[in-house]
């Protein structure tokens, strides 16, 4: 990692990882005490927020577009700004068509640069690099979570929801207006393709990456709410769990890009998968404070396996299609998420342990998929 971290896009990443991880954190944190105790929403209204907070996602193929203008480098810092705007605005609208425009606003920020940051470490890094740095990234922006879970620890009994939205995302704000006066870029990488991408020998990249966004909504959408819902998790308690969680991952998710290079993308993603399955179920049928808490943890810790996903993606994909095609396989990742935080939220008016059953379903879906990872490396690679 010594020669990594000098490299220029190395520190650029860095940087606006902890700011749109960080905003997005104190968003996340602040949300569901947010939605219930100001807003007094209820399931169908936080499955509709988490509906459009999934839009901008599912546009990201438009990325591809917007690099006609841009350079990839620059639309990285402004969308993590725009992400900083939108967080600032939250508690200045403190009513639910607010919050709906507030978190459209923020999540355009956050999915834009999710697409261009996974795209910017695929074409600077090699194929053992890569997992590294995704997995240090992780860790990094456990460590910035972890700082902003302690300042709303520390603020929350000073600060009102409207002040820490606006402190935070004026912070942000800042920052990127001086990341936007840098340029980490090498002349020598291979041009990307400046139009849609779509190829037969993705299809395996395209199902799992539909898969990951269709479980990881069901968690966004619904773990912390059941939190606070049927627990009756306090914003002390949930910012003490995610520092909780922040700590272990931080420890953790460099291990997971050496394992990555150690034992393969589909021995890592099979564990994440098979403990998902575990995991899921439990949501619905445990009682206890204390081992909802432990399975969001969990939850959490797997999340950060998927970066297989997108490793095993480099180690197939022609070199000029990764930038078109990180912002096509956020658009697929974000089909079902679009869709199903909605219909999750009226099955929860029903039940709300049908929502977990079926991220159970789909982690085993995609348990059975990934065992068919080394032979399209094989073919393809």
């Known amino acids: 990692m010594t020669s990594i971290t000098k490299k220029p896009m190395y520190i650029y990443l860095l940087v606006l990882t902890i700011c749109a991880t960080g905003g997005l954190h104190l968003w996340r944190t602040l949300f569901d005490n947010f939605s219930v105790h100001i807003l007094g929403l209820d399931g169908h209204h936080v499955g509709m927020i988490q509906s459009v907070r999934e839009i901008p996602g ?18 990285s810092a402004l ?3 725009i992400l900083g705007l939108g967080v600032s605005l939250t508690g200045l609208l403190p009513s639910f068509g607010g919050i709906l425009f507030t978190t459209l606003l923020m999540s355009f920020g956050f999915h834009y640069f999710e697409t261009t940051n996974q795209s910017l470490t695929l074409q600077y890094f090699d194929k053992q690099q890569a997992p590294l740095v995704f997995g240090k990234l992780r860790s990094i922006s456990s460590a910035s979570n972890i700082i902003v879970s302690i300042l709303i620890f520390a603020l929350a009994s000073f600060l009102d929801y409207r002040n820490l939205y606006l402190l ?3 912070a942000i704000i800042g920052v990127c207006c001086w990341v936007m006066t840098t340029d980490p870029t090498e002349p020598d990488l291979v041009p990307q393709h400046k139009h849609m991408i779509f190829r037969k ?3 395996l990249y395209y199902a799992l990456t539909f898969l990951a966004g269709a479980r990881r909504q069901i968690f966004i959408a619904f773990a912390v709410f059941l939190l606070v819902k049927k627990f009756d998790y306090s914003l002390h308690e949930i910012a003490l769990l ?8 931080f420890f953790l998710a460099p291990l997971i890009g050496r394992s990555i290079n150690r034992f393969g993308e589909r021995k890592v993603l099979s564990l994440e998968y098979g403990a998902l399955i575990f995991v899921f179920v439990a949501y619905s049928v445990v009682d206890s404070k204390l081992t909802v808490a432990f399975l969001y943890i969990a939850d959490h810790i797997f999340f950060n396996f998927a970066i297989g996903i997108r490793t095993f993606f480099q180690k197939i994909a022609d070199p000029s299609d990764i930038a078109p095609s990180m912002a096509v396989g956020f658009t697929i990742n974000h089909i079902a998420a679009v869709i199903l935080p909605v219909v999750g939220g009226l099955l929860w008016l029903i039940d709300y342990r049908i929502p977990f059953i079926a991220g159970a379903i789909l982690s085993g879906v995609s348990l059975i998929l990934v065992q068919l990872i080394p032979g399209q490396i094989k073919l393809h690679g």
Do not use: M
């Not at 995610?242 to 991952?249: P, Q, R, S, V």
């Open 79 to 81: 969308a993590v700004l």
């Open 168 to 170: 935070f995302g004026i």
């Open 201 to 203: 020998q993705y299809w």
């Open 58 to 75: 599912f546009l990201s193929l438009l990325v591809v577009y917007v690099l006609l203008f841009i350079r990839e480098h620059k639309l």
């Open 242 to 249: 995610f520092l909780l969680n922040n700590l272990i991952n």
